[in-house]
C-alpha cells in the first residue's frame, strides 16, 4: 500500500511564471524519508575538450530516463522530480524506491562506461541527513505544458547533497555508490536524440549559471536577477529561447541516431536496434518534412508542443539559463551578472557558442507528453560551472 508521503510530489500544485522560482510560498519541504540521489559524469569538462560534450549530454539525460522507468515499474503512478544539469542529473525519491532507482542507474553506468568509457559517478543521500547537517531540500513544480512540469529545488540540500557525493570517493561514508553492484541492463525507453544542434539566430548561444550568496536576502536577489537579465534579452524569455520553428531541423539518418542506437538496444545487437531506428526515423523524417501524423506522431502539434516544453530555464539553488542572445544582449546579460557579483551578491558562470543541443524524453506522444533537454554547445553549462565554480570558492573561502 503507497504511504502519502510516496505522493508528495504528485499533490503539489504547479505554478507557469518562471519568474516565481524564487518565492518561498510555491515550495515543499521534501518530506524526510526520501533521498536526494546524484548521477554526474566524472572529467566532463576534459570530455568536452576531447569533442564528447553530446555524449556527456545524452548519458546525463540516460539517468534520468532510467530512474524514471525504474520508478514506473514499481509504481506506475508516482511521480519524483528531477533537474537535468548537463553532465549529469538530480532527482528526490522516497525511500521505497531507492534500491531500483539506484540499481538502475548503476546499470546506466556500466552501460556509459561499455559505450562511450565515461564514468558515471552515483551517490545517494537521505534527506534527514541533509536536515542534520543544516540544509533543507524543498521543491516546487514548473508548468511547462499540461502533463508536463519541470522540478524546481531551493534550501541548500541538493547541494550538499552533490558535495557529499563527490568528496566520497571510496564510498566510505555511504553515499557514493559502487556502480558495479548492478549488472542489470537499465530501461531507456523514451530517451531520444533525433534533432539536429539548434543553431543560433541571434548570434549566440549563451549558457548561464549564477548563486545568490546571502542566504537572508535569496528572494531578492534572485528576483532582481531575474528580472535585469530578462529586460537585457528583449524583455521576455521565450524571445530569447534556443527552441523556435527556424532552430527545429530534422534530418535523416539523424546525427544523434547512432548514439540512441547504443544507449537504448538494450541486449539487442547494435546493427539491429540501429537498423530499427532509421526506420522509424525516415517516417519521422517524411511525416515533418509534409507536416503529417501517423502512429501518434502528429508532426505539427509535437513541433509547437516541443517549443512550450523545452528546459532552457530551469533552478536547482542555482539559477541556470540557455539563452539565444546578440552580441550586444551577450554584453548586457554579462554585465548584469559582474554586477551582481561585484556587490557580492552572486557567484557565476557562463559559455557562449553558435548552437544548443537538445535531447529529448518522450513518454507518451498521445497524451503529449515529453520534455526536452536544452544544453550550450561545446561544453555548455559544464564549461559554464568552471567560472561559477571559481568565484564561488573564492567568495566562500573570504567570508
Not at 541533509?130 to 540540500?157: H, I, M, Y
Not at 568528496?167 to 555511504?174: K, L, M, V
Amino acid at each position: 500500500m503507497p504511504r502519502e508521503s510516496d505522493r508528495f510530489y504528485s499533490d503539489i500544485a504547479t505554478f507557469d511564471a518562471f519568474e516565481k522560482v524564487s518565492d518561498p510560498s510555491l515550495f515543499r519541504p521534501v518530506p524526510d524519508d526520501w533521498h536526494v540521489i546524484v548521477a554526474d559524469i566524472r572529467g566532463s569538462t576534459k570530455l568536452t575538450a576531447a569533442g564528447q560534450y553530446k555524449q556527456v549530454n545524452m548519458i546525463g539525460a540516460s539517468s534520468i530516463i532510467a530512474a524514471l522507468n525504474a520508478v514506473k515499474g514499481v509504481d506506475g503512478a508516482l511521480d519524483v522530480p528531477y533537474v537535468f544539469g548537463g553532465d549529469g542529473a538530480t532527482m528526490a525519491v522516497p525511500d521505497t524506491v531507492v534500491g531500483p532507482v539506484v540499481d538502475a542507474l548503476c546499470g546506466a553506468a556500466v552501460l556509459a562506461r561499455r559505450e562511450f568509457a565515461l564514468d558515471l559517478r552515483i551517490g545517494t543521500v537521505p534527506v534527514r541527513v541533509l536536515r542534520d547537517r543544516g540544509r533543507d531540500v524543498t521543491v516546487a513544480k514548473l508548468l511547462l505544458s499540461p502533463g508536463n512540469e519541470l522540478a524546481v529545488f531551493s534550501g541548500g540540500g541538493v547541494q550538499l547533497a552533490d558535495h557529499l557525493i563527490k568528496s566520497d570517493r571510496d564510498g566510505a561514508n555511504g553515499f557514493a555508490v559502487d556502480a558495479d553492484r548492478s549488472a542489470a541492463e537499465p530501461d531507456m525507453t523514451g530517451l531520444s536524440c533525433r534533432w539536429e544542434p539548434l543553431l543560433a539566430q541571434r548570434g549566440v548561444i549563451l549558457c548561464l549559471m549564477a548563486q545568490a550568496m546571502h542566504p537572508d536576502r535569496v528572494r531578492e536577489i534572485y528576483d532582481t536577477l531575474i528580472a535585469r537579465i530578462e529586460r537585457a534579452v528583449g524583455g521576455d524569455f521565450r524571445l530569447a529561447s534556443p527552441v523556435t520553428p527556424q532552430t527545429m531541423r530534422f534530418k535523416w539518418i539523424p546525427k544523434g541516431l547512432r548514439m540512441e542506437a547504443r544507449i537504448t538496444r538494450g541486449r539487442t545487437p547494435y546493427w539491429r536496434r540501429f537498423l530499427a531506428l532509421s526506420w522509424q526515423s525516415l517516417i519521422q523524417f517524411f511525416l515533418e518534412k509534409l507536416n503529417l501524423s501517423a502512429g501518434g506522431y502528429d508532426a505539427p502539434v509535437y513541433r509547437e508542443e516541443l517549443l512550450q516544453n523545452s528546459d532552457y530555464r530551469r533552478f536547482d539553488d542555482v539559477l541556470r539559463l540557455v539563452l539565444d542572445c546578440t552580441h550586444e544582449q551577450v554584453d548586457a546579460v554579462i554585465g548584469v551578472l559582474e554586477d551582481a557579483h561585484s556587490q557580492g551578491l552572486i557567484a557565476y558562470g557562463y559559455h557562449a557558442s553558435d548552437h544548443a543541443l537538445m535531447t529529448c524524453l518522450l513518454f507518451d506522444l498521445e497524451q503529449s507528453e515529453h520534455v526536452h533537454f536544452i544544453d550550450g554547445g561545446n561544453g555548455g553549462f559544464t564549461l559554464a560551472s568552471v567560472g561559477f565554480k571559481r568565484q564561488l570558492r573564492d567568495m566562500m573561502s573570504s567570508d
